[in-house]
């Protein structure tokens, strides 16, 4: 049973930062790709980040390229997601997932976190 632990989340003001991370064993972290998505109330879970360690490969939405930054920190077995600049439409649940297949087959997010919420005061 792989088990994803989201933490960080809070409130932050608009234009700080905030760094969220998403916890794992070291075999999931190697053998998957990681992602993060956020659901505001009201809309869809969106995938806004992610990580593969076998390719170096990452990926950001359009919402939060160059403002956002995802990356593997193995002395603490997590991925971490930097948020710099953050806006009050940033605010939502942000979760963390795994999927044995790649960043952008969906459905094959196998394991997800219990979620974090994020409120970006303005």
């Known amino acids: 049973q792989v088990q994803l632990v989201e933490s960080g989340g809070g409130l932050v003001q608009a234009g700080g930062s905030l760094t969220l991370s998403c916890t794992a064993d070291?075999?999931?972290?190697?053998?998957?790709?990681i992602a993060w998505f956020r659901q505001a109330p009201g809309k869809e879970r969106e995938e806004i980040s992610c990580?593969?360690?076998?390719?170096?490969?990452?990926y950001y939405a359009d919402s939060v390229k160059g403002r956002f930054t995802i990356a593997r920190d193995d002395a603490q077995n997590a991925v971490n997601l930097q948020m710099n600049g953050p806006e009050p439409e940033d605010t939502a649940v942000y979760y963390c997932?795994?999927?044995?297949?790649?960043?952008?087959?969906?459905?094959?997010?196998?394991?997800w976190g219990q979620g974090t919420q994020v409120t970006v005061s303005s």
């Open positions: 997932a795994a999927s044995g297949y790649g960043c952008f087959s969906l459905t094959d997010f196998h394991s």
């Open positions: 990580i593969r360690k076998s390719t170096g490969f990452t």
């Open positions: 070291a075999f999931t972290l190697d053998r998957n790709a």
